[in-house]
Nanobody
């Protein structure tokens, strides 16, 4: 059964760091594109970062230079290192696996979500 399990969310002050991890079941293999989405309160879900099969990464402008997506093929995990966190980063973060980069958000699997709260 395909499964994505996130961990690493929590409370942090502005300027702090968090690392989110997503463990994928074996059937979600290296052929999948992986991504992190977030759903801020009162706003629409947005794509935060993605990593394609070949390792090419992409980020939404608001997190460039602060967030880094990475993939550990041996562990079958994808991570999101978040530095210099801002209150605007507060959201539920979701791990997503898609059969193709072009199908991100439209096909594939989702984790259960993990809450990230940035507050003073």
């Amino acid at each position: 059964q395909e499964q994505l399990v996130e961990s690493g969310g929590g409370l942090v002050q502005p300027g702090g760091s968090l690392r989110l991890s997503c463990a994928a079941s074996r059937s979600i293999d290296r052929r999948y594109a992986m991504a992190w989405y977030r759903h801020p309160p009162g706003k629409q879900r947005e794509l935060v970062a993605s990593i394609a099969r070949g390792g090419i990464t992409n980020y939404v402008d608001s997190v460039k230079g602060r967030f880094t997506i990475s993939r550990d093929y041996a562990k079958n995990e994808v991570s999101l290192q978040m530095n210099s966190l801002e209150p605007e980063d507060t959201a539920v973060y979701y791990c997503h696996a898609s059969p193709a980069l072009s199908q991100l958000g439209q096909a594939g699997y989702w984790g259960q979500g993990t809450q990230v709260t940035v507050f003073s």
